[in-house]
């Protein structure tokens, strides 16, 4: 079996090289890969916490600037360091809570009791977070084997093995329980489109008008499921040029049985006041609740506004980014070849860089993303529910720790 490195190079190489199609499977190889990290990083006896933070930031930083397009693998990488520190806080509670009970139960030490009291769940918590700061002169010194310190006549051989046995049961708990949160995270993106399908029969109605843009695995996993509910409705398709993915989805939900209409993009407006509801996927779901999603979807999004359309957003929670579209670690957009929209062979001679002094006549742009922003959002349907723009922040409390939102480390001054 390769090494970690060996795994962790090749998986930067390939989001390098754009091999890896669709946020769910980057999400998905990218926790796969962690928890290769987090399972083969050997942890001392102190702050184990802080070396499995700094092993999985290691890795992280490079695959987020592998492709920083790919907002999920930051995602995920955030997702796991809060998993440690969870984890982390929920161990060393239990282990205080522990020696509070075992205090408590001690019949001979009445009067000791009574001028210690057992800890509060305040102090519990606080003693918890401070396992992830920096030790102590005392704390390292502890953490030094038998040979290497002071020998102290008072303390057995016994003693001694019991505290490291004791230690090391410790370090091996802490990374079992985050392997496990792991495993239920990968878990939880393999299914999200499961999850969230069953909540299309409580959206999609009899006889409505469905308008949706491009082609989302999400968006026809949600369409399908409720035709398979009997129910029974239209859906209008924008062709999503210049890559024309509407066309695809048009012939898979076609061979769903469900009754599909493509329209081009430019008729969307046209088009869009014989809607009951507009369902799109998205890229990204920001922190203050704007959308990141394919190039025409903004468009779609104002005809909504302008007619009471309610304008739906379907996305797996590993889409949910805790950055803000201003922050310098979010690239908003990517630009696609020219190639999608102009035959090279045909307009060699606009893009001549020998006139015009070395600059050619014809520039051609052609972004992969448009933002939306929350304001023309109606309802996010998640795999953990729907929610409004407005709650996105609640998500992000849970999901997420606010010392981890910028994974890059800040080079030393």
Same mark, same amino acid.
């Given at each position: 079996?390769?090494?970690?490195?060996?795994?962790? %190079?090749?998986?930067?190489?390939?989001?390098?090289?754009?091999?890896?199609?669709?946020?769910?499977?980057?999400?998905?190889?990218?926790?796969?890969?962690?928890?290769?990290?987090?399972?083969?990083? +050997?942890?001392?006896?102190? %702050?184990?916490?802080?070396?499995?933070?700094?092993?999985?930031?290691?890795?992280?930083?490079?695959?987020?600037?592998?492709?920083?397009?790919?907002?999920?693998?930051?995602?995920?990488?955030?997702?796991?360091?809060?998993?440690?520190?969870?984890?982390?806080?929920?161990?060393?509670?239990?282990?205080?809570?522990?020696?509070?009970?075992?205090?408590?139960?001690?019949?001979?030490? %009445?009067?000791?009791?009574?001028?210690?009291?057992?800890?509060?769940?305040?102090?519990?918590?606080?003693?918890? +977070?401070?396992?992830?700061?920096?030790?102590?002169?005392?704390?390292?010194?502890?953490?030094?084997?038998?040979?290497?310190?002071?020998?102290?006549?008072?303390?057995?051989?016994?003693?001694?093995?019991?505290?490291?046995?004791?230690?090391?049961?410790?370090?091996?708990?802490?990374?079992?329980?985050?392997?496990?949160?792991?495993?239920?995270?990968?878990?939880?993106?393999?299914?999200?489109?499961?999850?969230?399908?069953?909540?299309?029969?409580?959206?999609?109605?009899?006889?409505?008008?469905?308008?949706?843009?491009?082609?989302?695995?999400?968006?026809?996993?949600?369409?399908?499921?409720? %035709?398979?509910?009997?129910?029974?409705?239209?859906?209008?398709?924008?062709?999503?040029?210049?890559?024309?993915?509407?066309?695809?989805?048009?012939?898979?939900?076609?061979?769903?049985?469900?009754?599909?209409?493509?329209?081009?993009?430019?008729?969307?407006?046209?088009?869009?006041?014989?809607?009951? /509801?507009?369902?799109?996927?998205?890229?990204?779901?920001?922190?203050?609740?704007?959308?990141?999603?394919?190039?025409?979807?903004?468009?779609?999004?104002?005809?909504?506004?302008?007619?009471?359309?309610?304008?739906?957003?379907?996305?797996?929670?590993?889409?949910?980014?805790?950055?803000?579209?201003?922050?310098?670690?979010?690239?908003?957009?990517?630009?696609?070849?020219?190639?999608?929209?102009?035959?090279?062979?045909?307009?060699?001679?606009? /893009?001549?860089?020998?006139?015009?002094?070395?600059?050619?006549?014809?520039?051609?742009?052609?972004?992969?993303?448009?933002?939306?922003?929350?304001?023309?959002?109606?309802?996010?349907?998640?795999?953990?529910?729907?929610?409004?723009?407005?709650?996105?922040?609640?998500?992000?409390?849970?999901?997420?720790?606010?010392?981890?939102?910028?994974?890059?480390?800040?080079?030393?001054?």
């Amino acid at each position: 079996m390769p090494d970690v490195q060996t795994l962790v %190079n090749d998986f930067v190489l390939k989001l390098k090289r754009r091999k890896i199609e669709g946020s769910q499977a980057s999400a998905k190889q990218t926790a796969e890969l962690l928890r290769s990290v987090v399972s083969h990083q +050997r942890l001392p006896y102190i %702050n184990q916490a802080t070396v499995l933070l700094d092993a999985v930031r290691a890795v992280g930083e490079q695959l987020i600037a592998a492709n920083p397009v790919e907002l999920a693998v930051g995602n995920i990488v955030r997702r796991i360091l809060h998993i440690i520190r969870e984890e982390d806080l929920t161990s060393t509670a239990s282990a205080m809570e522990g020696l509070s009970l075992s205090a408590n139960s001690d019949d001979d030490d %009445n009067f000791e009791r009574e001028d210690h009291p057992a800890l509060s769940a305040a102090a519990v918590a606080a003693a918890a +977070r401070s396992t992830l700061r920096a030790p102590s002169l005392q704390t390292l010194l502890e953490g030094i084997p038998e040979s290497a310190s002071a020998p102290h006549p008072s303390s057995s051989g016994g003693d001694s093995e019991g505290k490291t046995a004791e230690r090391s049961s410790r370090s091996k708990k802490l990374k079992h329980d985050v392997i496990e949160a792991i495993n239920e995270l990968i878990q939880d993106i393999e299914t999200c489109h499961e999850q969230i399908s069953e909540q299309a029969v409580g959206l999609i109605h009899q006889n409505e008008v469905i308008l949706t843009l491009g082609r989302s695995r999400t968006v026809k996993e949600f369409l399908c499921a409720a %035709n398979e509910k009997k129910r029974s409705f239209r859906v209008f398709i924008a062709e999503g040029a210049p890559r024309y993915l509407g066309h695809v989805l048009a012939k898979e939900l076609v061979a769903k049985g469900l009754q599909t209409t493509v329209i081009t993009d430019s008729a969307v407006f046209a088009m869009i006041s014989r809607v009951n /509801m507009v369902i799109v996927g998205a890229h990204a779901i920001m922190a203050n609740g704007g959308v990141i999603a394919p190039v025409g979807i903004n468009m779609v999004a104002l005809a909504a506004q302008r007619h009471a359309v309610p304008f739906v957003v379907v996305a797996g929670s590993h889409k949910l980014c805790p950055l803000y579209p201003h922050n310098p670690e979010v690239l908003l957009n990517d630009f696609k070849s020219p190639s999608d929209l102009l035959d090279f062979g045909e307009f060699s001679d606009c /893009m001549d860089f020998s006139t015009s002094g070395g600059s050619p006549r014809l520039h051609v742009v052609n972004p992969a993303f448009d933002f939306i922003p929350s304001k023309l959002v109606s309802l996010f349907i998640t795999d953990t529910g729907g929610h409004s723009p407005s709650y996105i922040y609640r998500l992000i409390a849970d999901y997420y720790s606010a010392d981890d939102f910028v994974v890059q480390r800040r080079p030393a001054s």
